[in-house]
């Protein structure tokens, strides 16, 4: 499957925005999917998973009640929606698919996402 973010840019610090991912080539619905982030200097990190279906979702404690990781399947897309942004999130942003069977399933492991995105750019100013 191949993945295209978007949404990132600049925005104050206690802003909002909203990542997308498209993904297309592939059944979506095949893929639970998931965010991660890179910062200058730091190793990717993961930040939030959805399950196929979207039942069921993961996040990192630090975004916990500031991020909403969501699809729509009918439009192949996945979303970060990110509130009360801070300085620290500043990253480039990157959308990943995990292939599986498993209808429930989420990860927080970067091995075990199948494709990438190209990741977008997220700045946060104090």
């Known amino acids: 499957v191949q993945l295209q973010a978007s949404g990132g840019g600049l925005v104050q610090a206690g802003g909002s925005l909203r990542l997308s991912c498209v993904a297309s080539g592939r059944p979506f619905s095949s893929y639970a999917m998931g965010w991660f982030r890179q910062a200058p200097g730091k190793e990717r990190e993961f930040q939030a998973a959805i399950s196929r279906g979207g039942r069921n979702t993961r996040y990192t404690d630090s975004v916990k009640g500031r991020f909403t990781i969501s699809r729509d399947n009918a439009k192949n897309t996945v979303y970060l929606q990110m509130n009360s942004l801070k300085p620290e999130d500043t990253a480039v942003y990157y959308c990943?698919?995990?292939?599986?069977?498993?209808?429930?399933?989420?990860?927080?492991?970067?091995?075990?996402?199948?494709?990438w995105g190209q990741g977008t750019q997220v700045t946060v100013s104090s």
């Open positions: 990943a698919a995990d292939q599986t069977e498993t209808i429930y399933r989420t990860t927080i492991t970067m091995d075990e996402y199948d494709s």
